[in-house]
């Protein structure tokens, strides 16, 4: 597998509260995603990085941050977690016009 | 939104067939890629094909891509148990990746 962590594995948290989940590589790469997963839904881009404090907005990125403070490091934050909010969260990371590389996932309950 | 669309969204056959998913998209492509995922594991690249290219293979996977009709296809072929997992294609323009709802394909041995 290549390089990405991420953690929490599990979380289950209760509605309102900040909820912070990152993600880490090892490969160096430029690019790295934060998607969720839905039945019905596929993978849904939130927000993703090109660079060091580089970050833009994806598809569903309403209620969601993200911060860049080092190439290695991707955090995707929940300021006010919401029941909608709940899902299996991914991060990727690639370089440009190539693969993604996935980590195992973050399973979020928001109660 | 570009997101792809898989046909079918479940697929079960059995081990030996040849399996044959489908993705159609919307707009304009620099690739498509096709993941799979196991049960409760993040995805996992298996090819990837150009927006120039016509077919590729990779040992019992072969991809078809039409930028005409905007649609491609994977092939597994010889299927295996192992073979069980989602398949997902996913449409790269720039930086960003845009992936369908997957097929479930379940090979019974």
């Known amino acids: 597998d290549a390089g990405i962590t991420q953690s929490p594995r599990h979380k289950v948290t209760e509605t309102g509260t900040p909820v912070t989940l990152r993600c880490h590589q090892t490969e160096n790469h430029r690019y790295m995603y934060w998607y969720r997963q839905d039945p019905g839904h596929g993978l849904r881009l939130i927000h993703y990085?090109?660079?060091?404090?580089?970050?833009d907005k994806g598809e569903v990125s309403d209620g969601y941050s993200v911060s860049r403070s080092k190439t290695e490091d991707f955090l995707l934050t929940l300021e006010s977690a919401t029941s909608s909010q709940t899902s299996v969260y991914f991060c990727?990371?690639?370089?440009?016009?190539?693969?993604?590389?996935f980590g195992d996932g973050t399973r979020l309950s928001i109660l | 939104s570009q997101q792809g669309e898989e046909d079918p969204q479940a697929l079960s056959i059995q081990e030996g067939e040849n399996a044959t998913m489908n993705c159609s998209y919307k707009?304009?492509?620099?690739?498509l890629q096709w993941y799979r995922q196991n049960s409760g594991r993040g995805l996992v690249h298996l090819i990837l094909?150009?927006?120039?290219?016509r077919e590729k293979h990779s040992g019992r996977l072969r991809v078809t891509l039409d930028t005409s009709k905007k649609s491609s296809s994977l092939l597994i072929t010889a299927s295996r148990a192992a073979d069980t997992a989602s398949y997902f294609c996913?449409?790269?323009?720039?930086?960003?990746?845009?992936f369908g709802t997957g097929t479930s394909l379940t090979v019974i041995p």
């Open positions: 707009t304009s492509i620099n690739n």
């Open positions: 094909i150009r927006s120039n290219e």
């Open positions: 990085s090109y660079g060091v404090k580089d970050t």
């Open positions: 996913a449409t790269a323009l720039g930086n960003q990746f845009y």
């Open positions: 990727a990371i690639s370089e440009l016009n190539q693969p993604q590389h």
